[in-house]
């Protein structure tokens, strides 16, 4: 299916450890985006990337690693989850990263205990 | 630094009532203005992007303007509907870094 396509949907990890959010999209936009949701602080940018091989720091980078070795995917990384890391991730893309709409996934709620 | 607020944080009216949500930001160097739409437990839905030399954008029942000079946007809703019942956030473009920055959102209940 056409879209984009996040995993998993909900994850429960322990301190310390390293955990991988998954993004997928099937439109060959150039620009893809990670957010968190938290109460009180809104939609906060993690990291973005303007095309293959291509990251940028947003405004909450730290404790978070990315990579983009192709342009459908876009995995987000906590090297050694901490319990403020807890939170709804987001996955997004668009087309140019200006002009056109951002297209979000469904998220994934990670808790960590 | 940008800083986007939404007002009201909450809204409950009655089914079929218009009503207009507002949106307001502090640095008017912005590319555009983008309304979304958060169901329950689910992602973002775009509603509706305003670029900056734009004043005004609609789609079906929605309709948001943008004053750039007075850093302010609104969403009108006309005849509301239960189905419209979410959380709405308004974002802006960054001119400098193309980074969205986000307002956190009114909650939206119309009640049957």
């Known amino acids: 299916d056409a879209g984009i396509t996040q995993s998993p949907r909900y994850k429960i990890t322990e301190t310390g450890r390293q955990v991988t959010l998954m993004c997928h999209q099937t439109w060959s936009h150039s620009y893809m985006f990670w957010y968190r949701q938290d109460l009180g602080h809104g939609l906060r940018l993690i990291y973005y990337s303007a095309a293959a091989d291509i990251t940028d720091k947003g405004e909450v980078p730290d404790g978070y690693v990315v990579s983009r070795s192709k342009t459908e995917n876009f995995p987000l990384t906590l090297e050694s989850a901490t319990r403020s890391q807890t939170s709804v991730y987001f996955c997004?893309?668009?087309?140019?990263?200006?002009?056109?709409?951002?297209?979000f996934g469904q998220g994934t709620r990670l808790t960590v205990v | 630094k940008q800083e986007v607020t939404q007002i009201p944080a909450a809204l409950s009216v009655p089914e079929g009532e218009n009503l207009v949500l507002n949106c307001s930001f502090t640095?008017?160097?912005?590319?555009?203005l983008q309304w979304f739409r958060q169901d329950p437990g689910k992602g973002l839905t775009s509603l509706l992007l305003i670029q900056s030399s734009q004043r005004e954008q609609t789609s079906g029942r929605l309709n948001a303007s943008l004053d750039k000079s007075s850093g302010r946007s609104t969403l009108y809703i006309a005849a509301s509907q239960p189905g419209d019942s979410a959380t709405y956030l308004c974002?802006?473009?960054?001119?400098?870094?193309?980074?969205?920055?986000w307002g956190a959102g009114t909650k939206l209940i119309i009640k049957p």
């Open positions: 974002a802006v473009l960054m001119d400098s870094n193309y980074q969205l920055i």
């Open positions: 640095d008017s160097a912005i590319y555009n």
């Open positions: 997004a893309s668009s087309l140019d990263g200006m002009n056109t709409e951002a297209f």
